[in-house]
């Protein structure tokens, strides 16, 4: 199948700081691609959805001004997480949408210290 | 689909049993199901899908049926391996394609 990678696959940061994460989907072009938020024991919570060219959507209660995402073309997207506090420590998940299917990356875990 | 829980309902299964998960989902103008496995530290992995006008699909050892008059969702695994040991997550996908996971549940399998 499709494969989507991430990176970085984890990340450690000091509170205050932005960290970018990157979603490539490595053989097809993406019409869209979607970052999700998962907790630990919890589901995945879809953040944002994300068109290349075009501004991101964001889901009800994510502030899209700590979460900035880039869409650059049809094989990335990118998620900055802005001035990063210790509750933003999570897993953060991307998938990539081409034809009728969505396929996952691997996840980055992000800490802040 | 299903709230967030603060925890995961697990089920426990004899290696060689069959497996049955569970899903709720609450939209009933979603067409579109599918059901993930998730490792630890892993994003999810595609396992079958099913669409409305279906009510049961098969795949290698695993089963989805679909209830539209109750909303549920049910996913079967026969002969379960240790290898089956994850967490199962139903999604119902929205007309914006958006995908809407149920809280999952976490099977394990007893050698």
């Known amino acids: 199948g499709a494969v989507v990678s991430q990176h970085p696959s984890w990340v450690i940061c000091k509170s205050g700081t932005s960290v970018k994460i990157e979603c490539r989907s490595l053989?097809?072009?993406?019409?869209?691609m979607f970052w999700y938020r998962q907790f630990p024991k919890q589901s995945l919570m879809l953040m944002a959805t994300s068109n290349e060219g075009s501004k991101a959507t964001y889901e009800q209660g994510v502030e899209k001004d700590k979460f900035l995402i880039n869409h650059a073309s049809l094989t990335l997207s990118t998620l900055t997480v802005t001035s990063a506090h210790p509750e933003d420590s999570s897993f953060y998940i991307c998938?990539?949408?081409?034809?009728?299917?969505?396929?996952f990356g691997p996840g980055t875990r992000l800490t802040v210290l | 689909g299903e709230s967030v829980g603060l925890h995961l309902p697990t089920l426990s299964v004899q290696e060689g049993d069959n497996s049955i998960i569970n899903c709720a989902y609450s939209n009933s103008a979603s067409d579109y199901f599918i059901w993930y496995k998730q490792e630890s530290g892993k994003g999810p992995q595609f396992i079958i899908d099913?669409?409305?006008?279906?009510d049961k699909r098969q795949g290698q050892r695993v089963t989805v049926l679909l209830n539209k008059t109750v909303k549920h969702l049910s996913l079967q695994i026969a002969a379960t391996q240790p290898g089956d040991s994850a967490v199962y997550f139903c999604?119902?996908?929205?007309?914006?394609?958006?995908?809407?996971f149920g809280s999952g549940t976490r099977l394990l399998v007893r050698p």
């Open positions: 998938s990539a949408r081409t034809g009728s299917e969505q396929f």
């Open positions: 999604a119902e996908e929205d007309s914006s394609y958006k995908l809407i």
């Open positions: 099913i669409r409305s006008n279906m």
């Open positions: 053989d097809f072009q993406a019409t869209t």
